[in-house]
Antibody, heavy 124, light 108 residues
Framework: EVQLVESGGGLVKPGGSLRLSCAAS????????MNWVRQAPGKGLEWVSS????????YYADSVKGRFTISRDNAKNSLYLQMNSLRAEDTAVYYC?????????????????WGQGTLVTVSS | EIVLTQSPATLSLSPGERATLSCRAS??????LAWYQQKPGQAPRLLIY???NRATGIPARFSGSGSGTDFTLTISSLEPEDFAVYYC??????????FGQGTKLEIK
């Protein structure tokens, strides 16, 4: 059974840092690209960052570029998100999500498994 | 940047009725669109990918259609567990993913 379990969320002051983790099990972690997606309270979904299976390709949303760093450790089946210079607008539930390809097109990518999320609150 | 606009924002229906949810893209995404269901306090669940393919384990009452800029998620006969928020998603402005703002399907 595929499982993704996030941890590391909490309350942090503006300008502070936090590191999120996502522990994966039930599949060959090193074969999949992984992503972070967030959801502000009462709001919709926002993609944050993506990392390829071997960490060769990394992408960020403009809203977090330069402040957040995604990484992974395939030996530990773990995904990470280092968040620096946090702002109030970063307050959200952060989900890790496994990326899968639909058809052969470069546009055909989706999230087939999600963790339960970890809440990050940025407030003084 | 491709923007996805979902309508209506809220849909009020009764169990057993047919639900039709819309997602419109600001430019063509071909057939590369997905639908997710999210219940309160839960993570999203993939329902449909590539516009019309049901994900593993998704009941046949869920179907997707459309291409280009206009897409539809249809739930043929609503079950009580189907009342949730639904999101569409695309990655045609690769490598970024974008989601629609969601449609809340509520019990009438």
């Amino acid at each position: 059974e595929v499982q993704l379990v996030e941890s590391g969320g909490g309350l942090v002051k503006p300008g502070g840092s936090l590191r999120l983790s996502c522990a994966a099990s039930g599949f060959t972690f090193s074969s999949y690209s992984m992503n972070w997606v967030r959801q502000a309270p009462g709001k919709g979904l926002e993609w944050v960052s993506s990392i390829s299976s071997s960490s060769s390709y990394i992408y960020y949303a403009d809203s977090v570029k330069g402040r957040f760093t995604i990484s992974r450790d395939n030996a530990k089946n773990s995904l990470y998100l280092q968040m620096n210079s946090l702002r109030a607008e970063d307050t959200a539930v952060y989900y890790c999500a496994r990326e899968v390809r639909g058809s052969g097109s470069y546009q055909s990518y989706y999230f087939d498994y999600w963790g339960q999320g970890t809440l990050v609150t940025v407030s003084s | 940047e491709i923007v996805l606009t979902q309508s209506p924002a809220t849909l009020s229906l009764s169990p057993g009725e047919r639900a039709t949810l819309s997602c419109r893209a600001s430019q063509s995404v071909s057939s590369y669109l997905a639908w997710y269901q999210q219940k309160p306090g839960q993570a999203p669940r993939l329902l449909i990918y590539d516009a019309s393919n049901r994900a593993t384990g998704i009941p046949a009452r869920f179907s997707g259609s459309g291409s280009g800029t206009d897409f539809t998620l249809t739930i043929s006969s609503l079950e009580p567990e189907d009342f949730a928020v639904y999101y569409c998603q695309q990655r045609s402005n690769w490598p970024r993913y974008t989601f629609g703002q969601g449609t809340k399907l509520e019990i009438k």
